[in-house]
């Protein structure tokens, strides 16, 4: 390409010194801000016709409106910087005339390859980000990658229901917002995980979650009509033979009212019209103070815990929630599951045996010690069942040796998939609200100590949410139940019946505390 230094305009006279404008640094300025521009408007047009958008579309944007904002930084810049240099008496540096000759095989080679070069370099960057932000969204990112801190949520939720949900879909919002503040906070957590000062547990509920409206509710339709769920739960008590029991429960999940059908149990209420809010005294919401329930046609009622009683000054710092999906289904999609429940699963699949003397209660007790680290953890619980079984059943280590091999190893899985002591990650470090054996769950507020200012209680009946329809060796004859009291229930390993108002967590944790 040929350059001309300024010359005389042609028909004589002063030529005039061109404006300071005209410096390389403004030049290129201009360029960026076109470049963003084009940019801006390809991404638009690309994201438009896109079959599926990731969460975070918005950020693509980022590098093209960079450019912009560099190129209107460099444009003054330029300008100053001439200006400077020509009030000390220098020329100005750039050619005022750039020509292009399309008659000569140097220069349309010259611009073609530009153009060729510019624009492969523009689709591999948008490309590029493209990948890096859908990688960014997937599971092994948040799980694995720079989240090993998370490695226990991400072992336990691939057990879930939810597996395949993707991690942001309950986290993170979509939009340029919530990435960024998601990112930012990251950025906490990352100065956190370096230094290692970050809690462990990790604490839950976490505080910067959206509501279930915006979470759960985007694939669950809230006023769905459930209706009732059968169950049928396997148990196995602490005999020698380690005896199965087994429970038919009838859960009375219902719905909302609809013109078809009356609302009615447990999801009924906090559906539509009816509201229950609360005050709790922890932070894991466990300690529940304060009850009030509005129900549709108008009418409410207020309950106050009677040894959970909140001062003036209390009641106006604590915040007040409405009842809401995740105060029930707190753990979707990371349940660590207690060493009880583990082995009755685990025993009821025949993964465990039942030939070892006592193993339900000798396999609680291996799970439920306190590790320092997994390694410590696998050596544990191999030493924990040999010892004891060369204590009292000398013959299981000749007779039997393959079958205590088999199962040592089948806990030590159970412990890996469960238990990770390097963040102190189990199941007694998360409440579950669901149910009410284990943690006090529904009996948060179903207790006879939530009384009203006239004396009322938040019912306890058994009924009212589930029924009991057939329990014992066998759960397959259901004929003599009787559909509105259901059976009154036979606690395994008991002879008396378990009366209203029992806390079940006086004796239950889910570990070997039963014992
Ligand atoms: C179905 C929705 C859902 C999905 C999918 C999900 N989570 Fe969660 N997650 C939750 C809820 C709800 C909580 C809060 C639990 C509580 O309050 O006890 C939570 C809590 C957490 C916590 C805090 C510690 C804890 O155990 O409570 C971490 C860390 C976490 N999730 C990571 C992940 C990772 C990593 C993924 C993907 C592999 C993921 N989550 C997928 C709903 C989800
Ligand atoms: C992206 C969609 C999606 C989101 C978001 C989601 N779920 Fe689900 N959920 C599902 C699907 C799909 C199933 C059914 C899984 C199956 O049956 O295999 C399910 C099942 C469930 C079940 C039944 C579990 C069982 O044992 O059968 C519950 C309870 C549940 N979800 C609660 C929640 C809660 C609470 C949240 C919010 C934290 C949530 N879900 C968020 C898609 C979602
Ligand atoms: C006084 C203490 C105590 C109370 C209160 C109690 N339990 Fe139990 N529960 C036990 C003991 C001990 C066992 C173990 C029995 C055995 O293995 O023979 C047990 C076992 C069970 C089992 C079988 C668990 C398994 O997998 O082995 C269930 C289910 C159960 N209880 C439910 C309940 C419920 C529900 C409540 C509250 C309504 C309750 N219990 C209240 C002491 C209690
Ligand atoms: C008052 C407590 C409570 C609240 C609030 C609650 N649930 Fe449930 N939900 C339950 C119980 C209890 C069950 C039955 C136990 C089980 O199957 O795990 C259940 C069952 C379910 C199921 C399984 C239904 C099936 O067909 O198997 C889904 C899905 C579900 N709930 C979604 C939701 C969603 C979404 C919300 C919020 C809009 C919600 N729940 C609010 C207590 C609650
Ligand atoms: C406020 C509602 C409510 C009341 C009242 C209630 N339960 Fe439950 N119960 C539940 C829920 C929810 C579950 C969990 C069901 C599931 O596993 O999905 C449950 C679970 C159980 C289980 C199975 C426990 C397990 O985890 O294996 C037993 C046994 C039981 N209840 C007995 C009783 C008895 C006995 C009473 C009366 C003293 C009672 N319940 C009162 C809601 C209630
Ligand atoms: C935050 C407190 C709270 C928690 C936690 C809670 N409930 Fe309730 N629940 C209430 C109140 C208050 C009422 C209304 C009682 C009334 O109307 O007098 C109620 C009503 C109900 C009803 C009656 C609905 C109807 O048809 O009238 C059922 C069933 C029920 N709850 C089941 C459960 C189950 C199951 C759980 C645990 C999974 C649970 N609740 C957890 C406070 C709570």
Request: glycine share 8%.
């Amino acid at each position: 390409m040929g350059t001309q230094e300024h010359e005389p305009a042609a028909g004589g006279g002063t030529p005039r010194p061109p404006s300071a404008v005209y410096n390389w640094l403004s030049m290129v300025g201009v360029a960026l801000v076109v470049i963003g521009i084009v940019g801006s408007a390809v991404l638009a047009i690309s994201t438009a016709v896109m079959p599926s958008t990731p969460q975070y579309v918005g950020i693509l944007f980022l590098p093209p409106v960079a450019l912009i904002v560099l190129g209107i930084i460099l444009f003054p810049l330029g300008y100053l910087l001439e200006k400077r240099r020509r009030s000390h008496g220098e020329a100005g540096r750039m050619p005022m005339q750039i020509l292009i000759d399309f008659t000569l095989a140097r220069h349309r080679v010259i611009l073609l390859t530009t153009l060729v070069v510019g624009v492969l370099a523009f689709t591999v960057f948008a490309m590029g980000s493209f990948q890096a932000f859908t990688a960014m969204e997937t599971n092994a990112f948040c799980g694995q990658v720079c989240h090993s801190v998370m490695a226990p949520e991400y072992t336990a939720y691939q057990h879930t229901p939810h597996a395949r949900v993707r991690c942001v879909e309950c986290h993170i919002g979509s939009g340029v917002g919530w990435y960024v503040h998601a990112k930012v906070s990251g950025v906490r957590r990352l100065t956190a995980l370096i230094s290692g000062t970050y809690a462990r547990p990790i604490p839950a509920p976490i505080t910067d979650m959206r509501s279930a409206k915006e979470t759960c509710e985007e694939c669950h339709w809230s006023s769905r009509f459930v209706g009732y769920k059968e169950k049928v739960l396997t148990y196995y008590t602490k005999g020698e033979d380690s005896p199965e029991t087994k429970l038919r429960l009838l859960i009375k999940i219902g719905g909302a009212d609809s013109p078809f059908i009356k609302g009615f149990g447990i999801h009924y209420h906090m559906q539509g019209a009816n509201k229950v809010e609360y005050i709790a005294r922890d932070r894991q919401r466990q300690e529940i103070a304060w009850v009030k329930v509005t129900r549709r046609d108008g009418s409410s009622t207020e309950f106050n815990h009677q040894d959970l009683g909140l001062s003036e000054e209390e009641r106006s710092k604590l915040p007040v929630r409405r009842v809401e999906c995740l105060d029930c289904h707190n753990r979707p999609a990371h349940e660590f599951k207690s060493p009880v429940d583990a082995v009755d699963g685990a025993l009821a699949a025949g993964t465990l045996s039942r030939a070892l003397p006592y193993i339900k209660v000798r396999a609680v007790k291996a799970l439920d010690s306190n590790y320092d680290t997994t390694d410590a953890a696998m050596a544990g619980i191999a030493d924990s069942l040999t010892e004891y079984y060369k204590e009292n059943y000398p013959d299981v280590l000749t007779k039997q040796a393959d079958l205590l091999k088999r199962t040592t190893a089948q806990l030590q899985a159970i412990y890996k998939t469960n238990f990770f002591p390097e963040m102190k990650a189990k199941w007694s470090a998360y409440p579950k609200n669901i149910g009410h054996r284990d943690w006090p769950g529904c009996f948060r507020c179903h207790t006879d100590k939530m009384l009203s200012a006239k004396g009322e209680k938040v019912f306890t009946d058994c009924t009212k949410c589930h029924l009991v329809l057939a329990q014992g060796k066998s759960v397959e004859r259901v004929s003599t139940v009787n559909y509105t009291r259901g059976q009154a229930f036979n606690h395994p390993g008991y002879d008396e019946q378990i009366k209203e108002y029992t806390k079940c967590i006086d004796c239950h944790t889910g570990g070997a505390d039963l014992y």
